[in-house]
């Protein structure tokens, strides 16, 4: 009988699916989407990265790190670090992107308090 077949009471039925799972269990992807909205409300202009990561026995895809690579308050700042580093990158494993702090929202006029002589009672 081969190996294969064995069953090792972990559910996989192969070597390379249980591989696949120990390096996602030993380091899971990362995603960071919360820090970026929590800079992004800040008013920061975020850069993140995402990046593929493979397996290391079977080069399969495991998944992509989503990062936020860091929060600036210009956006000068934001796309000087974008050139840099997005040309440095030719695999095509990175993903550079880049986002502008929300526009203030329009805020509907108050209406002024009444005066005493505008009171109904």
């Known amino acids: 009988m081969h190996y294969d077949s064995e069953d090792f009471g972990d559910g996989y039925s192969n070597d390379y699916q249980r591989s696949v799972a120990w390096q996602l269990i030993e380091r899971p992807l990362k995603d960071e989407r919360w820090f970026a909205a929590s800079l992004h409300r800040a008013g920061m202009y975020v850069v993140m990265c995402n990046a593929v990561r493979y397996c290391t026995v079977t080069s399969a895809v495991l998944g992509q790190d989503i990062r936020v690579v860091g929060g600036y308050p210009t956006l000068a700042e934001a796309q000087s670090y974008v050139d840099l580093h997005a040309d440095n990158e030719c695999d095509g494993d990175f993903s550079y ?8 929202v329009p805020q ?14």
């Open 97 to 104: 992107y880049l986002f502008s702090p929300p526009a203030d």
């Open 108 to 121: 509907a006029p108050q209406p002024a308090a009444p005066d005493e002589d505008e009171l109904p009672f």
